[in-house]
């Protein structure tokens, strides 16, 4: 798998996520910055976490508006797979590549703890290695991740079955206490329309070794080498 | 008084320092070299109080490579690598700005680390408030809490431990002392000692503003009931920028084109410019017309005194300034050449085509106030009598883990992002102390901050003793060899004798300490002045502890199993004397510290570290703040797995046993118990089967039980209840 992370000024969980692409594909991923102008032939895109430009304005605003942006969006076009995790899913969500948008966190503080996640679907190349309806863990570290999405759109989402992952409690229940931001039914990462293209705030990059307190993340990691090894 | 004298005095120099100033110029001096003089000779940046005692620290091991003096102290972790590490405070500025105070303290650390080629790896913290009862309490927490997460988690450092008290003697001047670790090649330290006549020195980083002119200078001043005014003074932090800088930095460092390098923190282009000439004995001249800015019309009083923060000094090779400018030019920073190097001794600040500061640099350092100033040997307090126990064990755990002192701090650590990084091994609370892997090594460091004021209250010396040796014993009870320590004594007024001679006994019991423990000093920071309307806090020698264990899989964390058998090593007396028992159950603080002794340390220590590294310990913590009971109870909260325990031995009151605070002492959740208890025989270390992990209650000798999610909610109650209310 070719896989590509691309670095904003600002992005700071490139680090994490070369490890776990690393981790899953025995190959070094390239690191690519945004100014860039083309991509190279790649199997994977990945917009990893931090605070591009300093979320000084709308988290993500300013690098949906990097040059290199243009390339991602045409390989999503074309049908390329796109990963984009904590700022990334923001810079994705305001790169029109995903939809809805993502708020201050319900109690207006940046959480930083272990959240659970249900599968929503498990087989797009992200989740093949997970089982629908399974719970994994995975840290959550931002102060934006209060998806919102309008009731229409949330039926889209539904009807097209373009949740990815949801906040749960650890026996895959849906509440309130298991809600940590707030966001509307509990979304905690979405699918484009071809599920090529996922977005989701906490970081199962963070979770691919035992010595770090578990490897709930790296099924992801390693579904899509499976999925995207040439 | 002349107009000048007078405006020194307001600078905060007195008469006679102020003399020498002519002295050394033969002339008077202009603003910007008033300027100069009394931020180079303020008590923040000349250590003029606490020099002379600074020095009695030992600050050498194999294992150090820099110690004190450098931006930071750096020691040897193996594997050809080192750790770069400091700890400082920004007590003055958190309390008149909280958010931006304590972004500011974290942005200033995180320079010095990586100023000297390090890539910052773990931010830690040692915070103290004043009561909660008090409004203003909430407030400083509110700010501080989220300005060391709004700059720490944006540059992307995990913040992986820290200590949080509360006591009315910081009312008025809560403490933010925030300290960094980093990882540099052994062999690529970078220092600031400029050398090369004629090379360039280079502004690096953010504009210069008006932001935090002599912010130094209030920093080594007592605060009136106007603190608020003061508000301009506090710089305003940009972690982006920073981010940037750190990443600019790191790569200009993979090259060859660095002399010398420092940041511009407490007294900005002054003292980075002075000291960096001032270590390599040539001299500087500075053309501030070159220096980037952010507003119109500054002097050059206002851009040599400014703290505006994110901004960097460096010397390059003549030859290399190109290769430089390309690399900051890519970050989006400012990259001026501001000046060169001389021959002169000197440094030279031109502005507008005028001559605005011509001092020699010799006796701006050697003629700088040096006070071995009166100082008052604290009594030692009278020791506490016997004490009856009012209501009972099980009710005085329950009040006691609920407690300010003692409750969770998982409200602060949530909004600490811990992981970033990929390489935390234990997170706060997982263990006594942080763990975090060396990337791409086997290794970790351990690493803590620890000081309990109220000891130093009762005895600076035996306090400042138990200080390093808390520090000490933590990053042993993970696994972990303890290597070296960063220190940051916050204290009151020096002028005053009583103060004067706390810091001298503290001195004097931490230096005592780290010789015992082979651990010594290799960076620290001295924050005096720490009063309000006369008020001084509580003497709070912070300590910043570092160690390395070669193994990360090896190191143990607190929590509970069950079928584990529970161990006590160490000697326990029952001392209930500035216990946190006799200060939350008893109301009040008396007596005399636990006694500190260090050859018991040393042994307990070693003997715990021996058997975590053969494997024999599930997990380990160490017995500290409200004693035996509450870190049995701390390890089951931590397990989610209750115990049953023994009773003490009959010599000893139950209450004085489960919480008298005895130092040197451990609770090893183990397997097996007797080959430890055979080991510890014959190590002459006292150990004693104290009870065995089981079921989902706490059971006490006399068969009343909490459970353990009881527990859980009373330790867990006190901070959402206090700021989310």
């Given at each position: 798998?070719?896989?590509a992370?691309?670095?904003f000024p600002?992005t700071?969980?490139?680090?994490?996520?070369?490890?776990?692409?690393?981790?899953?594909?025995?190959?070094?991923?390239?690191?690519?910055?945004?100014?860039?102008?083309?991509?190279?032939?790649?199997?994977?895109?990945?917009?990893p976490?931090?605070?591009?430009?300093?979320?000084?304005?709308?988290c993500?605003a300013?690098?949906?508006?990097?040059?290199?942006?243009?390339?991602v969006?045409?390989?999503?076009?074309?049908?390329?797979?796109?990963?984009?995790?904590?700022?990334?899913f923001?810079i994705?969500?305001?790169?029109?590549?995903?939809?809805?948008a993502?708020?201050?966190?319900?109690?207006?503080?940046?959480?930083?703890?272990?959240?659970?996640?249900r599968v929503?679907r498990?087989?797009?190349?992200f989740t093949r290695?997970?089982?629908?309806?399974?719970?994994?863990?995975?840290?959550?570290?931002?102060?934006?991740?209060?998806?919102?999405?309008?009731?229409?759109?949330?039926?889209?989402?539904?009807?097209?079955?373009?949740?990815?992952?949801?906040?749960?409690?650890?026996?895959?229940?849906?509440?309130?206490g298991?809600n940590?931001?707030?966001s509307?039914?509990?979304?905690?990462?979405?699918?484009s329309?071809?599920?090529?293209?996922?977005?989701?705030?906490?970081?199962?990059?963070?979770?691919?070794?035992?010595?770090?307190?578990?490897?709930?993340?790296?099924?992801?990691?390693?579904?899509l080498?499976?999925s995207l090894a040439? | 008084m002349?107009?000048?004298?007078?405006?020194?005095?307001?600078?905060?120099l007195?008469?006679?320092?102020?003399a020498?100033?002519?002295a050394?110029?033969?002339?008077?001096?202009?603003?910007?070299?008033?300027?100069i003089f009394?931020?180079?000779?303020?008590?923040?940046?000349s250590?003029?109080?606490?020099?002379?005692?600074?020095?009695?620290?030992?600050t050498?091991?194999?294992?150090?490579?820099?110690?004190?003096?450098?931006?930071?102290?750096?020691?040897?972790?193996?594997e050809?690598?080192?750790?770069?590490?400091?700890?400082?405070s920004?007590?003055?500025?958190?309390f008149?700005?909280?958010?931006?105070g304590?972004?500011?303290?974290?942005?200033?650390?995180?320079?010095?680390?990586?100023?000297?080629?390090?890539?910052?790896?773990?931010?830690?913290?040692?915070?103290?408030?004043?009561?909660?009862?008090?409004?203003?309490?909430?407030?400083?927490?509110?700010?501080v809490v989220?300005?060391?997460?709004?700059?720490?988690?944006?540059v992307?450092?995990?913040?992986?431990?820290?200590?949080?008290?509360?006591?009315?003697?910081?009312?008025?001047?809560?403490l933010?002392?925030?300290?960094?670790?980093?990882?540099?090649?052994?062999?690529?330290?970078?220092?600031?000692?400029?050398?090369g006549?004629?090379?360039?020195?280079?502004?690096?980083?953010?504009?210069?503003?008006?932001?935090?002119?002599h912010?130094?200078?209030m920093?080594?001043?007592e605060?009136?009931?106007?603190?608020?005014?003061?508000r301009?003074?506090v710089?305003?932090?940009?972690?982006?920028?920073?981010?940037l800088l750190i990443?600019?930095?790191?790569?200009l460092?993979?090259?060859?084109?660095?002399?010398?390098i420092?940041?511009?923190?407490?007294?900005g282009?002054?003292?980075?410019?002075?000291?960096?000439a001032?270590?390599?004995?040539?001299?500087?001249?500075?053309?501030?017309d070159?220096v980037p800015q952010?507003?119109?019309?500054?002097?050059?009083?206002?851009?040599?005194?400014?703290?505006?923060?994110?901004?960097?000094l460096?010397?390059?090779?003549?030859?290399?300034?190109?290769v430089?400018?390309?690399i900051?030019?890519?970050?989006?920073?400012d990259?001026?050449?501001?000046g060169?190097?001389?021959?002169?001794?000197?440094?030279?600040?031109?502005?507008?085509?005028?001559?605005?500061?011509?001092?020699?640099l010799?006796?701006l350092?050697?003629q700088?106030?040096l006070?071995?100033?009166?100082?008052?040997?604290?009594?030692?307090?009278?020791p506490?009598?016997?004490?009856d126990?009012?209501?009972g064990i099980g009710?005085?755990?329950?009040?006691?883990?609920?407690?300010?002192?003692l409750?969770?701090?998982?409200?602060?650590?949530d909004?600490?992002?811990?992981?970033?990084?990929?390489?935390?091994?234990k997170?706060?609370?997982?263990?006594?102390?942080?763990?975090?892997?060396?990337?791409?090594t086997?290794?970790a460091?351990?690493?803590?901050t620890?000081?309990?004021?109220?000891?130093?209250?009762?005895d600076?010396?035996?306090?400042?003793?138990?200080?390093?040796?808390?520090?000490?014993?933590?990053?042993?009870?993970?696994?972990?060899?303890p290597?070296?320590?960063?220190?940051?004594?916050?204290?009151?007024?020096?002028?005053?004798?009583?103060?004067?001679?706390q810091?001298?006994?503290?001195?004097?019991?931490?230096?005592?300490?780290?010789?015992a423990?082979?651990?010594?000093?290799v960076?620290?920071?001295?924050s005096?002045?720490?009063?309000?309307?006369?008020?001084?806090?509580?003497?709070t020698?912070a300590?910043?502890?570092?160690?390395?264990?070669?193994?990360?899989?090896?190191?143990v964390?607190?929590?509970?199993?069950?079928?584990?058998?529970?161990v006590?090593?160490?000697?326990?007396?029952?001392h209930?004397?500035?216990?946190?028992?006799?200060?939350?159950?008893?109301?009040?603080e008396?007596?005399?510290?636990?006694?500190?002794?260090?050859?018991?340390?040393?042994?307990?220590?070693?003997?715990v570290?021996?058997?975590?590294l053969?494997?024999?310990?599930a997990?380990?913590?160490?017995?500290?703040?409200?004693?035996?009971?509450?870190a049995?109870?701390?390890?089951?909260?931590?397990?989610?797995?209750?115990?049953?325990?023994?009773?003490?031995?009959?010599?000893?009151?139950?209450h004085?046993?489960?919480?008298?605070?005895?130092?040197?002492?451990?609770?090893?959740?183990?397997?097996?118990?007797?080959?430890?208890?055979?080991?510890?025989?014959s190590?002459?270390?006292?150990?004693?089967?104290?009870?065995?992990?089981?079921?989902s209650?706490?059971t006490?000798p006399d068969?009343?039980?909490?459970?353990v999610?009881?527990?859980?909610?009373?330790h867990?109650?006190?901070?959402?209840a206090?700021?989310?209310?």
């Open positions: 798998m070719k896989a992370i691309i670095l600002g700071n969980r490139d680090r994490d996520m070369a490890i776990a692409l690393r981790g899953a594909s025995g190959r070094e991923p390239l690191r690519l910055w945004h100014t860039e102008t083309s991509l190279p032939s790649l199997d994977l895109v990945v917009l976490g931090g605070f591009s430009h300093g979320d000084y304005l709308r993500g300013m690098a949906a508006h990097s040059p290199v942006m243009r390339e969006r045409r390989f999503a076009q074309a049908g390329g797979h796109v990963l984009g995790v904590c700022n990334g923001q994705l969500i305001e790169a029109g590549l995903l939809p809805g993502l708020l201050r966190n319900a109690n207006l503080r940046f959480i930083s703890r272990d959240c659970h996640l929503e498990a087989d797009t190349a290695h997970y089982q629908r309806g399974q719970v994994f863990r995975a840290p959550m570290a931002h102060g934006d991740g209060n998806y919102f999405a309008g009731e229409e759109l949330l039926g889209q989402l539904e009807d097209q079955g373009r949740v990815a992952f949801r906040y749960t409690d650890a026996a895959g229940r849906t509440g309130p298991s940590p931001n707030g509307t039914d509990a979304i905690a990462g979405v699918y329309e071809n599920l090529r293209v996922l977005g989701l705030m906490p970081h199962p990059e963070d979770l691919v070794d035992g010595l770090m307190g578990g490897t709930d993340g790296a099924p992801l990691f390693s579904g080498v499976e040439a | 002349t107009d000048l004298a007078a405006l020194a005095q307001s600078f905060g007195n008469a006679e320092e102020y020498r100033i002519p050394i110029l033969g002339r008077e001096p202009t603003l910007t070299e008033l300027g009394s931020v180079m000779w303020s008590e923040h940046c250590y003029k109080s606490s020099r002379v005692h600074l020095r009695t620290l030992p050498t091991a194999p294992w150090v490579i820099h110690g004190p003096g450098e931006n930071a102290g750096v020691v040897d972790i193996g050809g690598l080192a750790a770069v590490f400091k700890m400082e920004h007590n003055h500025p958190s008149i700005e909280p958010y931006q304590a972004a500011t303290g974290v942005g200033g650390i995180l320079r010095d680390v990586f100023t000297m080629g390090a890539r910052p790896i773990a931010n830690l913290n040692a915070l103290r408030f004043g009561r909660p009862e008090n409004p203003v309490t909430k407030r400083v927490v509110d700010g989220r300005g060391i997460g709004g700059y720490g988690n944006c992307g450092v995990p913040t992986v431990g820290g200590e949080v008290n509360f006591h009315a003697a910081y009312d008025g001047n809560p933010v002392n925030a300290m960094t670790v980093g990882i540099a090649p052994r062999d690529r330290i970078f220092l600031s000692a400029a050398a006549i004629g090379n360039p020195v280079v502004y690096v980083g953010s504009k210069t503003g008006r932001d935090g002119i912010g130094a200078t920093a080594s001043a605060f009136s009931a106007d603190a608020e005014e003061k301009p003074t710089q305003v932090g940009d972690p982006f920028t920073e981010k990443e600019a930095c790191l790569e460092m993979q090259t060859d084109a660095i002399v010398a420092q940041d511009m923190g407490a007294a282009l002054t003292s980075s410019s002075v000291e960096m001032g270590r390599g004995g040539v001299g500087i001249d500075l053309d501030l070159r952010r507003e119109t019309g500054m002097s050059a009083y206002e851009m040599m005194l400014s703290e505006s923060q994110e901004r960097m460096m010397v390059l090779r003549p030859d290399r300034e190109d430089a400018r390309r900051f030019e890519k970050w989006e920073l990259f001026s050449v501001v060169h190097l001389t021959d002169t001794g000197r440094i030279v600040v031109r502005h507008g085509g005028r001559i605005e500061a011509d001092i020699p010799a006796p350092a050697d700088a106030p006070y071995r100033r009166p100082f008052t040997e604290p009594a030692k307090p009278a506490l009598g016997a004490v126990d009012p209501i009710p005085a755990l329950q009040q006691l883990i609920g407690c300010p002192d409750c969770s701090r998982a409200w602060i650590w909004q600490y992002d811990a992981t970033v990084g990929g390489q935390t091994v997170r706060p609370g997982a263990a006594d102390a942080a763990i975090v892997r060396v990337e791409g086997a290794r460091l351990a690493l803590t620890d000081c309990t004021p109220r000891y130093c209250a009762a600076p010396e035996t306090g400042g003793a138990q200080a390093v040796a808390e520090a000490w014993r933590n990053i042993t009870a993970t696994g972990a060899t290597l070296a320590v960063t220190d940051n004594l916050n204290f009151g007024n020096p002028e005053k004798p009583a103060i004067m001679g810091i001298v006994a503290a001195l004097r019991g931490m230096a005592e300490a780290c010789r423990l082979d651990f010594p000093v960076s620290g920071n001295v005096l002045y720490n009063e309000t309307e006369g008020a001084a806090i509580l003497p020698p300590i910043g502890g570092l160690g390395v264990i070669e193994n990360a899989a090896h190191a964390g607190i929590a509970l199993s069950p079928g584990l058998s529970l006590l090593v160490g000697e326990t007396r029952g209930l004397g500035q216990s946190l028992w006799l200060r939350e159950i008893g109301g009040r008396a007596g005399a510290p636990p006694p500190v002794d260090l050859a018991a340390e040393r042994r307990c220590g070693d003997f570290r021996a058997q975590i053969r494997g024999a310990v997990s380990c913590h160490d017995v500290a703040d409200g004693g035996l009971l509450v049995v109870a701390e390890m089951a909260m931590a397990g989610g797995c209750g115990a049953s325990l023994l009773p003490g031995p009959a010599e000893i009151a139950p004085a046993w489960w919480f008298g605070e005895d130092q040197a002492r451990y609770v090893l959740a183990v397997a097996d118990a007797e080959p430890i208890l055979a080991a510890s025989a190590a002459g270390v006292p150990a004693r089967r104290i009870g065995r992990a089981e079921g209650d706490l006490l068969g009343a039980t909490i459970s999610r009881t527990l859980a909610a009373e867990g109650r006190f901070f959402p206090w700021m989310d209310a």
